[in-house]
């Protein structure tokens, strides 16, 4: 374990608001993108209490209260605590030792590739895994079973930013640090809700803009008036999946009033005259009809991003979760450049990671056409380079990319995956359209799921259950939105005979007669192999060690162990593209993949609430949490409930076509015309017709594959009580 720490010098354990804490450690908060440093305290070897450590620059000592209840997501009732196997599908599961769980499973995948070949295994993760759980599923699947099927949630999360950064920029990576957010002039905000989803950074927005409340200028983008449109000089609330037509417009207002850097788009750009002559037809009037948003406004975001000494543009799921979400990342970072905004302080296209550890993830090649080191399977002389590392002949790496997340799903349903094995995730609850992965966990042969609750939706449909350690329970890494990474050390011992999730897969290598290539002893072992990986790559985290990591946490590229770290990307107008310059990319407005209609005649969008996170299988067990928000919602707007004869506080059903939701309505005009809201955090465990997700649909993005969760087509009825005879 990890030295504890003194957070505090000269207070005493005892002076901590009465409560003894018999030591502290640091440790790295396992919410969302952010990345909070965390101060862990201790008694008598229980975890009884978190802070924010003052000392991590990506929040210096402030936390939000999902953090702060942390302690009562670990010792509960329904954790995992011992391998289980059901001895046919309609038993319940048996306890079982490791090593005969471990068999069976290894037995399983081991036929299923034996009579269909490598394709018919699957493994599908999370951006909760550690960098190390990462890589060892990542080595595991792609250079020794011979499959590309490792996938995780993060393609329902951050694929169109890194597909986006990458034909833009030439590689995937944030170019901007959370120290922008304390010199930027301009924030772009556009499909993030950054008061409710990453709290920490919002509080650091607010303090900027009130330290220069008249320099500072503040653009929301979003179809809901939030918290966060709240701290907004001009709210630009457009209709759902009209993102580019805004963008476009807002640079068509930049080009005719001369705005541009042309010094810059002449040394560090192509595509130009391209751009300029799309742009030329999205005046801010021809915007104005398709967004909603009125043509003056536009013209004042316009010409405050364009002015503006640092412009910082921060996105997230609003632009990534759709059928276009690739080409409205390519419209912000064409904005972005257009403009010079980019590899300066205060500037910059800034995605804001979903999950802890995301960025992690898209490191190691997290994704079914990635490799570690951000490469890509397609490239011969990239799989050589990691096949020399990993001791297997080149070509026993697939060229051929594995299925992403929906399609992983799909081929379960249809068959040609026969054995899929699931870790610390949830799908049941956070994929759209859960009939389609009820199914195909039905049809599947083997169903492995790997996780530290039981039963969860996903779990009830396991074959086999293994235990796994969770924060703070197991050591590793993770990666945050600005590329920062943190050692988040094991502080107590798991529960039961649960384990890391990188030594189960190193037990599971084992078992199917890999031990040579799978030697490691410690996450440290695993994190120098993964390090070794970047050596010479634009994510090169070769110079970053865990002594390193241990003294804090360091920003890649770090090509060297005394390299500082790099604070932000592109500061010599150099990209990773062939010729060394950016690519503008011309893109066009299409609406959302499901329009509205007479059957359907509103838009449902879906999204966080900031007390409670993913499918509520940690903070659904905190009562604190749940104060604010036990049940489901959907916002409408006044007159589209009084036409349907719904007050505030009633009950509605909400169908799409493909299933229906009950919640409670809130009627409200902080809400556009013609579009609805629901958070999208309960599952069918919570209550069958409480999942939004019953209502998404699966269209999805054709290069990231990042399924359209904000926007499909649904109708609204009030429901009454049934007049019950006396």
């Known amino acids: 374990m990890q030295r504890p720490v003194n957070p505090r010098p000269g207070v005493s354990a005892e002076a901590n608001g009465g409560q003894r804490i018999d030591r502290w450690h640091k440790s790295y908060c396992p919410y969302c993108g952010v990345g909070c440093g965390l101060l862990v305290g201790l008694r008598d070897d229980a975890v009884v209490k978190v802070e924010g450590d003052p000392g991590h620059p990506a929040n210096f000592g402030e936390i939000c209260a999902k953090a702060v ?9 329904d954790r995992l605590l011992y391998p289980q196997v059901r001895p046919r599908r309609d038993a319940p599961p048996r306890r079982v030792s490791w090593d005969q769980a471990l068999r069976r499973a290894a037995a399983g995948f081991r036929d299923a590739v034996a009579r269909h070949g490598p394709d018919a295994v699957a493994f599908y993760g999370s951006g909760q895994l550690s960098t190390e759980d990462y890589y060892v599923f990542n080595k595991l ?4 079973l011979g499959t590309n099927n490792f996938d995780t949630n993060s393609r329902l999360c951050m694929a169109s930013a890194v597909a986006g950064y990458h034909s833009s920029l030439g590689s995937d990576g944030p170019p901007a640090s959370y120290a922008d957010l304390d010199v930027a002039e301009c924030f772009l905000l556009i499909g993030t809700n950054t008061a409710e989803c990453h709290p920490i950074v919002f509080r650091r927005i607010e303090k900027r803009k009130r330290a220069s409340p008249d320099r500072v200028t503040v653009i929301v983008v979003d179809p809901r008036r939030t918290e966060t449109a709240d701290l907004a000089d001009l709210h630009l609330a457009l209709r759902p999946g009209t993102d580019i037509a805004l963008i476009n417009a807002m640079l068509h207002v930049i080009v005719r009033e001369g705005l541009c850097d042309r010094a810059f788009i002449d040394r560090h750009t192509s595509g130009w005259q391209a751009l300029a002559s799309v742009v030329d037809r999205y005046t801010p009037g021809v915007a104005e009809e398709v967004s909603g948003v009125p043509a003056p406004l ?10 503006s000494r640092g412009s910082l543009i921060l996105w997230s799921m609003g632009v990534n979760q759709s059928a276009l979400g690739v080409p ?23 995605s804001l990671t979903g999950q802890p550890n995301a960025m992690g993830g898209r490191e190691v090649g997290g994704l079914s056409h990635l490799l ?21 002949a080149a070509d026993h790496l697939s060229p051929k990319p594995g299925y992403p997340a929906l399609e992983l799903f799909e081929a379960l349903a249809e068959g040609k995956v026969k054995a899929a094995w699931i870790l610390c995730t949830n799908p049941m609850a956070s994929m759209p359209e859960p009939d389609l992965v009820e199914k195909g966990l039905r049809q599947a042969e083997l169903v492995v799921v790997q996780d530290a609750y039981h039963p969860t939706e996903t779990t009830a449909y396991a074959d086999i259950l293994l235990p796994a350690a969770q924060w703070p329970e197991k050591e590793g890494v993770m990666t945050n939105s600005e590329r920062r990474i943190t050692h988040m050390p094991k502080v107590v011992d798991p529960p039961g005979e649960a384990l890391p999730d990188w030594e189960i897969g190193v037990r599971l290598a084992r078992a199917l007669g890999f031990a040579a290539a799978f030697p490691y002893r410690s996450a440290a072992d695993v994190f120098e192999e993964f390090a070794r990986s970047t050596a010479g790559r634009f994510n090169d985290c070769s110079g970053v060690t865990y002594a390193r990591l241990q003294q804090g946490p360091i920003q890649w590229p770090c090509p060297a162990t005394d390299h500082a770290g ?22 066009e407005h299409r609406g959302p993949a499901e329009p509205t209609d007479e059957e359907f005649p509103l838009t449902l969008t879906t999204g966080r609430l900031k007390n409670q996170w993913h499918t509520m299988t940690k903070t659904g067990k905190v009562e604190s949490l749940l104060k604010s928000c036990r049940e489901p919602f959907l916002e409408m707007h006044p007159r589209e409930a009084a036409g349907l004869g719904v007050r505030d506080g009633d009950f509605v059903e909400v169908t799409s076509r493909r299933g229906k939701a009950i919640a409670q309505a809130r009627v409200t005009e902080e809400i556009v015309r013609g579009t609805c809201f629901m958070p999208f955090h309960w ?4 209550g069958y017709y409480k999942a939004a997700n019953n209502l998404t649909l699966r269209a999805r993005d054709p290069i990231s594959r990042q399924p359209e969760l904000k926007a499909c087509a649904v109708r609204v009825r009030r429901l009454e009580d049934f007049p019950w005879p006396e």
């Open 141 to 144: 699947a792609k250079g020794f």
């Open 566 to 587: 790099t604070e932000r990307l592109y500061a010599d107008g150099r990209f990773q593209t062939e010729d060394g310059r950016a690519r503008f990319i011309p893109v």
């Open 298 to 307: 536009i013209e004042r975001a316009a010409r405050a991003f364009a002015t």
């Open 328 to 350: 409205k990342n390519n419209a912000l970072i064409n904005l972005a450049l257009a403009t010079g905004q980019i590899g300066r302080p205060g500037a910059g296209p800034f």
């Open 683 to 686: 599952g069918r465990a919570a």
């Open 69 to 77: 209840f942390l302690p009562r997501t670990i010792a509960t009732p």
């Open 372 to 392: 570690p080191g951000y490469r890509s399977v397609l490239r011969p002389e990239e799989r050589a380079e990691v096949a020399a590392l990993w001791g297997v």
